[in-house]
Each structure stands twice: as C-alpha cells, then as structure tokens.
C-alpha cells in the first residue's frame, strides 16, 4: 500500500465493533478494537450513554469528548 495521509484516507462504513486500532500503552505499541474502547469508556472512563455518536476527540492519547 502506498503512503497516505490520514486526510486522504476513505471514510469508514458504519462500524460492527471488531475493528482494529493501534493505540499506545505506556510506550508500548499495540492493537485493540473499538468494542474494547467502548466497554471501557463506558465502564471506567467516561460515564453516559452514547447513542449514534458521530465523533470521538482524542487529546494526548485521551478521550476527551464524545458527541
């Protein structure tokens, strides 16, 4: 796959919560997927519920806001 930049990357479809992301664990490089961020999001980050949300914010690696 040639390089791209994040801006000309296409927009995903819907998600069913398998996907993968790569995040970072105390320098550590890993993967996870978004049902992991869900559940934790839900359970030890941020409280609420979340219906259909159509963006995350992510500041220094950290949820920040979820609309």
Known sequence: MAEQKISELPNAT????????????????????VDAIVTYTLTNGVSGTFTNPTSITVVNGIITAIV
């Open 14 to 33: 819907p998600l069913d919560g398998t996907e993968q992301l790569p995040l970072n664990q105390n320098g550590v490089t890993s993967l996870t997927d």
